[in-house]
Every structure is written in structure tokens, then in C-alpha cells.
């Protein structure tokens, strides 16, 4: 009897979450063309620079969306994991994308407190109000996603950022439509930054920790050798390798010594369910070796 080992399909957790995606990005880019001609219209400096930052909402969305559906391609002989990086590089561009809004904020936030501009309240706060509705249905949807795709993720920050940007200018907008206080737009711009820059860097960390191959966080590769030497029939394990290749594609390869009157087939087996069942990793390449192989390795 032969062996049968096949692997999983590898899905992406981002695939899984592209039809929420779409209709977050279709809702928001309706949104930001009303809010431009609405500014335009009023008059209203805030809600043009709403607007902008809505725009890079669009632009974030589109980028992950874009990597999604790429990714889903059938691979390429020389792409043999195919499109599946481009989630990554796209929560990547995501993070850089608010960190450049983030400082535009800032930076605008300290040129209105020396400089405070006339801004129109009843109109500011109509658009805000119907924005904030748009970025909370839109967080719903992407919320799910979040928590399983890096890439998803991003977009979700994205919609966090705006969603927040929404709830400020309302508050701006009351201040000002009731006391004039002019101050309240650019102390709320600067709330808004702080809160989402440390989130940012986290984010960008996780997707540079995925391009770098390194292990997944929680997975310590020397404890995964040991629980893989304690198996019956293991005598030592070498050249171990786990990485991400992107969100919910935990991979890893490695060889591993056998006994000498060790089942090839059942070791195989179980190196590869202690792998998917304790650590998450479903695509596995394990190279099995006879105790005589081991003077010819070549370790990396």
C-alpha cells in the first residue's frame, strides 16, 4: 500500500473576507465623492480634509482588495506560492498609507490651533453624522476579518481611522455650531492621531515579522523539535523551518531522523498532524531520513 499525504488547499484568511471588503470599499468611495462636493459646495475646509482622509480609505481598500483577488490566481511556475505576498506587501503599503494621513493630521492640527479657520457648523455636522453611519456598517463588516487577515486588518484600521475622524468632527462640529470655539477641530484632529499611530506601528511590525519568514508569534520553533523528537519513532529533527506565508498559511519545513526499525508512513503522519493539531501549520513538507543520511546534510 502506498502512501497517501496530500496537502490542504492553501486559502487565504483575506480570501475568506473579499465580498465584505467589496461592499466597505464601494460603500466608502460613494461616501468620499458626497463628502468632496458637499465641501466644495459649503465651502467647508474640514470636510474637504475629511474627504482626502476618506479618499486614503478608498486607496487602502482598493490596495487590499487588489491584493485579494490577485492572490486567488492559480500559481505560477515561478511563482510556486503564487500572488499570496502581495496581502502582506498590501497591509504593508496600508500602515505606511496611515502614517503619512496620520502626520498630515498632525501637522494640520498645529497650522489651524495658530490659524483657526471660519468653519461652518449645522452643515459640517449633517455630512459627519451620515459618514459616521457609512464607517460603522463598513467596520462591521470588515470585523470578522480582522482578526484572522493582516491584510483585512489594515483595511480595517483604515475604517477605525475614518470612523473616529467621523465621531471628531462631530464633536468639532457642535462646539463650534454652539460656542464657536474654533480650537475644538484641530484638538480633535490630534486625539484622532495618537490614537491611531501606535496601532499603525503594530500592524507594520506583524507584516514585516511575515516578509522576514520568521516564526509565527506563539510558535517557538525549538519547543516544536522537541515535541517532534518526543514522537514514537523521531530520533532527532534538523534544518526546521516555520514561517508565514501569508495570513492563515502557516508552512514549514524540515527533516526529521528516524529510528532504525521506524515506520516511515506512520512517522510522516504523525509529525504532520502534530503540526496542524498543536501549531496551526497545515502545509508541511518533512523530508523523512534513515540515521545513515546524517552525514550527508547540508543545513541552512
Known amino acids: ?40 459646495a459649503t465651502g467647508s475646509l ?37 500572488a499570496y505576498r502581495l496581502e502582506v506587501l498590501a497591509a504593508l503599503a496600508n500602515g505606511l498609507l496611515l502614517f503619512a494621513v496620520a502626520g498630515y493630521v498632525l501637522f494640520e492640527a498645529w497650522r489651524r490651533w495658530t490659524h483657526p479657520p471660519e468653519v461652518p457648523g449645522v452643515p459640517m455636522l449633517v455630512v459627519a453624522v451620515i459618514g459616521l ?45 454652539t460656542t464657536g470655539w474654533r480650537y475644538a477641530d484641530p484638538l480633535v484632529a ?28 506563539g510558535v517557538d520553533v525549538a519547543q516544536v523539535e522537541r515535541a517532534i523528537v518526543a514522537l514514537d519513532g523521531v530520533t532527532e529533527v534538523h534544518d526546521l ?11 514549514a519545513t524540515g527533516h526529521v531522523v528516524l529510528d532504525d526499525d521506524a515506520d516511515l508512513h506512520s512517522v510522516l503522519d504523525r509529525v504532520c498532524a502534530l503540526l496542524a493539531e498543536e501549531y496551526g501549520v497545515t502545509h508541511a513538507t518533512i523530508q523523512c531520513e534513515p540515521r545513515a543520511h546524517r552525514d550527508h546534510v547540508n543545513p541552512i
Open 190 to 217: 490630534v486625539a484622532i492621531g495618537v490614537f491611531i499611530l501606535p496601532r499603525t506601528w503594530r500592524l507594520m511590525g506583524q507584516a514585516l515579522r511575515i516578509l522576514m519568514e520568521v516564526a509565527p508569534p
Open 46 to 82: 474640514a470636510l474637504v480634509s475629511d474627504a482626502a482622509h476618506m479618499g486614503t480609505d478608498v486607496l487602502g481598500l482598493g490596495m487590499a482588495l487588489a491584493a485579494i483577488t490577485l492572490a486567488q490566481r492559480a500559481t505560477h511556475s515561478q511563482r510556486t506560492y503564487g
Open 133 to 177: 453611519v457609512i464607517n460603522v456598517i463598513s467596520f462591521r463588516l470588515l470585523s470578522a476579518g480582522a482578526k484572522e487577515s493582516l491584510n483585512v486588518r489594515g483595511a480595517h484600521l483604515e475604517v477605525l481611522s475614518d470612523m473616529l475622524g467621523s465621531v471628531g468632527v462631530i464633536v468639532a462640529s457642535i462646539l463650534i455650531w
Open 241 to 251: 523551518h516555520i514561517w508565514t506565508v501569508t495570513s492563515g498559511l502557516e508552512t
Open 1 to 40: 500500500m502506498g502512501h497517501d499525504h496530500s496537502h490542504t488547499s492553501a486559502v487565504s484568511a483575506g480570501a475568506r473576507h473579499r465580498r465584505p471588503l467589496f461592499v466597505a470599499f464601494t460603500l466608502t468611495a460613494t461616501y468620499a465623492v458626497v463628502e468632496v462636493v458637499v465641501g466644495i
